[in-house]
T-cell receptor, first 112, second 114 residues
Framework: DAKTTQPTSMDCAEGRAANLPCNHSTISGNEYVYWYRQIHSQGPQYIIHGLKNNETNEMASLIITEDRKSSTLILPHATLRDTAVYYCIVRVRNSGYSTLTFGKGTMLLVSP | KAGVTQTPRYLIKTRGQQVTLSCSPISGHRSVSWYQQTPGQGLQFLFEYFSETQRNKGNFPGRFSGRQFSNSRSEMNVSTLELGDSALYLC?????????????FGAGSRLTVL
């Protein structure tokens, strides 16, 4: 699986958009980008995933660059409840195993 | 629908004892994975089960074992507990055969070894 690089921490004001970057310069053609988050003392929560097109769901938007070497998770209107560690994971889909390799992620702090 | 249920939520054991943790996946989910989370090592994959068969195993000693039952419920066991086994143990289930990568996690079982 390709390695990812994320900033250690980020701050965001409540109500503003939170843009969380992820670098995955060694991503291969059949690898997807997955985002999970973990609120303190809870299990990780799946947010969104994509291959090369931008994706949007009720939680967030995922923007993947044309060369697929980086991506940005966008929380359009961050709330205090979005304070969490966000993990970017690059993984082959349907590899036969659901093993996810979590890095250290980005600690997003949303402030009033 | 009910999420992934893990029991017990909290437990305290002493060194040398053994512990069994239980995980009930979302109804219809047949793949169950286990992860260990510690402040120092972060989230680490333990093992994955599908249709009562272990499909993949992480880099943990043989003291860590698991199994899956015909109803997809899973248990993991840690024998001869060490202080370093203190961690949050997370179970996750998914609907597809292994490899879908969209996992639903439970709230975890927090184990403290004294």
């Amino acid at each position: 699986d390709a390695k990812t690089t994320q900033p250690t921490s980020m701050d965001c004001a409540e109500g503003r958009a939170a843009n969380l970057p992820c670098n995955h310069s060694t991503i291969s053609g059949n690898e997807y980008v997955y985002w999970y988050r973990q609120i303190h003392s809870q299990g990780p929560q799946y947010i969104i995933h994509g291959l090369k097109n931008n994706e949007t769901n009720e939680m967030a938007s995922l923007i993947i660059t044309e060369d697929r070497k980086s991506s940005t998770l966008i929380l359009p209107h961050a709330t205090l409840r979005d304070t969490a560690v966000y993990y970017c994971i690059v993984r082959v889909r349907n590899s036969g195993y659901s093993t996810l390799t979590f890095g250290k992620g980005t600690m997003l702090l949303v402030s009033p | 629908k009910a999420g992934v249920t893990q029991t017990p939520r909290y437990l305290i054991k002493t060194r040398g004892q053994q512990v069994t943790l239980s995980c009930s996946p979302i109804s219809g989910h047949r793949s169950v994975s286990w992860y260990q989370q510690t402040p120092g090592q972060g989230l680490q994959f333990l093992f994955e089960y599908f249709s009562e068969t272990q499909r993949n195993k992480g880099n943990f000693p043989g003291r860590f074992s698991g199994r899956q039952f015909s109803n997809s419920r899973s248990e993991m066991n840690v024998s001869t507990l060490e202080l370093g086994d203190s961690a949050l143990y997370l179970c996750a289930s998914s609907t597809s055969p292994p490899g879908a990568n969209v996992l639903t996690f439970g709230a975890g079982s927090r184990l403290t070894v004294l």
